[in-house]
């Protein structure tokens, strides 16, 4: 026995070598593949950290504060980032489209709102990073996610009629009932 190994002494340690390199690449794909899981399924799709990010900074900038003036806990604000995310599944299986006239409008809308006179690009970027703390781009694909949940809604309240905001309820909650939600909890996941 000891003859083979001095003989194939250097098989030997090439196939221990490649045994630990297979080893370590394998827990090391194990490990990234488990924290970069994505935080939960909406109607059976994964739905990327990124896109639940932008919908949370969505939520946040867009949710009104309590009566007091503060936002609203975190649990609400996660609450209403999943509803969000079920809405503008729903939004993009309807094929519902908002054209870039109508982002303009809505940040033109948002500009009268805050009482702002924006002239430049640049005073433009720096108004969306001081009062939104975001970049120009990802807001406005927020805003245009927003409109498309709007526009949702408002399709939704013009098929029920009358009744619009009871039914509108009950659709909703058979729309939550349908996503059929999981949310992914574990040690890596913090927001």
């Known amino acids: ?64 504060k309590t009566e007091d003036g503060t936002p609203p806990d975190q649990d609400k604000l996660e609450a209403r980032t999943w509803q969000f ?16 006239e109508e982002v303009r409008e809505e940040i033109t809308r948002l500009l009268a709102e805050n009482k702002e006179l924006l002239f430049t690009p640049e005073q ?15 807001f406005e694909a927020q805003l245009r996610d927003r409109l498309r949940v709007q526009k949702l809604l408002d399709q939704v309240k013009k098929e029920l009629g009358a ?5 509108l309820q009950n659709w909703m909650f058979e729309l939550i009932g349908k996503a059929k939600i999981e949310i992914y909890k574990g040690p890596s996941r913090s927001l």
Do not use: C
Request: net charge positive; proline share 3%; aromatic share 16%.
């Open 124 to 138: 433009y970027g720096r108004w969306v990073q001081a009062v939104f703390h975001e970049q120009p781009t990802e």
């Open 1 to 64: 026995m000891l003859r083979f190994f001095r003989k194939n002494t250097k098989t030997i340690v090439w196939v221990v070598v490649i045994a630990f390199v297979a080893w370590g690449g394998y827990a090391v794909s194990v490990q990234f593949e488990a924290s970069n899981r994505a935080p939960g399924r909406v109607f059976g799709k994964e739905i990327s950290y990124r896109d639940y990010l932008s919908a949370f900074q969505g939520v946040q900038i867009f949710t009104p």
């Open 85 to 100: 995310l079920i809405l503008l599944e729903e939004a993009k299986h309807r094929k519902i489209q908002v054209k870039d």
């Open 163 to 167: 009744e619009g905001e009871k039914k």
